[in-house]
């Protein structure tokens, strides 16, 4: 039996000394950009490092020159390795010129073999002199024109020495290329570009190249998105909300980089939004009968519009309150009304806001429509409260915007 045991040992020992190794895992995929002299490309495509152990920039270069078909890289060894030629396009060619690396659009500082690369990476290897290259920033902006945004370049290189205080210029006469889309920076370093909405990402390039085919502005990074507004960011609980009705041009800011959400919402300027809506042809100069609106040139054709369709009216004691701030029960009225006025249902029966510890301060006129606005989740409340009374915000509006079109018009 003894004999019997040691012999299946050895055996099993000596399958795990000829068995094969493990697979090392899988390396990421980036994207990889290899440019010459005159836009000469040598390569454009993704890439899949060898594995996790070789995510380095050295590794995605390596894996670069395991493919078959490809110009050759040639990389120098030790601490301060570089790209020294890609097939024959040596380094110092032209002088000072030398192949450079940009890693999600920014300059390479470190070593190859310490800077690491995760899946989704941009890496563009190109050739050009560094002393001569801007590398602009890029700000993508919705403009207040309808579906506008504005990209401005700045070149980064005149103003990023430390301590100083030189001011950063222009980028002017560049190729930007959006979305394969391309177009010429003019002398503020902006161009214009029809929106496809905030936060959704964009890949954006911006170069300039000289008589000899050098670079002269070199930027290529994926994921810039455009700028809903410098109050609005991703993670604030009115971002989609406002990013939505921004797209569909239902709300404006109050000025380019502003968004204002915690600002009051108006009579006027809801019932406008609810009237370009509906699609009213109105005329600004109509006369509504209330001394106190005035001919604002964007309002007053709405307000009669609603006058005459019952979805608002005066305050009682012969003024309209164009301006007047809105409570969060009043916002809710007007989008009630206007959904009775388009003939989406509007039936209450059976429903109530016994469900809120405030739901008894609703004021009685407005209960139907707080009714009707919480059971299709138009409203949803503070934890346990509706603040009817409370001050109505742009973000409140625009939230509540998303949801009825939404819900009633998707």
Excluded at 41 to 67: E, F, M, P, Q, W
Excluded at 116 to 123: L, S
Excluded at 139 to 167: C, H, I, W, Y
Excluded at 397 to 408: G, K, P, Y
Aim: hydrophobic share 45%; proline share 4%; net charge negative.
């Amino acid at each position: 039996m003894k004999r019997k045991i040691s012999l299946f040992a050895v055996f099993v020992l000596l399958l795990g000394l000829f068995a094969a190794p493990a697979a090392a895992a899988a390396g990421p995929v980036v994207s990889l950009r290899v440019e010459g002299m005159d836009k000469t490309l040598y390569y454009n495509s993704t890439l899949a490092v060898k594995d996790t152990a070789s995510a380095t920039l050295r590794g995605v270069l390596d894996s670069y020159n395991d493919l078959a078909g490809v110009p050759v890289m040639t990389v120098s060894a030790g601490g301060n390795a570089r790209v020294t030629a890609v097939a024959d396009l040596k380094e110092n060619s032209r002088g000072s010129d030398a192949w450079m690396i940009l890693l999600n659009g920014e300059s390479v500082s470190e070593g190859l073999d310490t800077t690491m690369v995760k899946a989704g990476d941009e890496i563009v290897v190109y050739y050009g002199d560094p002393s001569r290259i801007q590398y602009p920033e890029i700000d993508l902006r919705r403009m207040l024109s309808d579906g506008v945004v504005k990209f401005t370049s700045r070149d980064l290189t005149q103003g990023n020495t430390e301590g100083s205080a030189l001011p950063q210029v222009p980028v002017a006469g560049a190729t930007v290329v959006w979305d394969s889309m391309e177009y010429q920076t003019d002398a503020s370093g902006e161009i214009i570009i029809d929106s496809t909405g905030a936060g959704i990402p964009h890949t954006v390039s911006i170069e300039r190249y000289d008589e000899s085919g050098l670079p002269t502005v070199l930027r290529f990074a994926p994921g810039y998105s455009v700028k809903c507004y410098d109050d609005v960011t991703q993670g604030n609980w009115f971002y989609d909300a406002v990013t939505f009705v921004s797209d569909k041009q239902m709300m404006k800011g109050v000025t380019e980089a502003s968004f204002a959400p915690g600002a009051p919402v108006d009579k006027a300027m809801f019932i406008t939004v609810l009237g370009r809506m509906e699609g009213a042809d109105v005329d600004q100069a109509a006369q509504t009968g209330f001394a106190d609106v005035v001919s604002d040139g964007w309002s007053a054709g709405y307000i009669k519009w609603a006058l005459g369709n019952g979805l608002a009216a005066g305050n009682g004691d012969g003024t309209f309150g164009q301006y007047q701030v809105i409570s969060r029960e009043q916002l809710a009225v007007l989008l009630y009304r206007f959904a009775g006025l388009l003939g989406y249902d509007t039936d209450v029966d059976g429903k109530d806001l016994s469900a809120f510890a405030d739901g008894g301060a609703v004021t009685a006129y407005a209960v139907p429509a707080m009714t009707w606005a919480v059971a299709n989740g138009l409203v949803t409340g503070a934890p346990g409260r509706l603040d009817p009374q409370g001050q109505a915000t742009r973000a409140q509006a625009a939230v509540l915007l998303q949801r009825f079109i939404t819900e009633f018009m998707p």
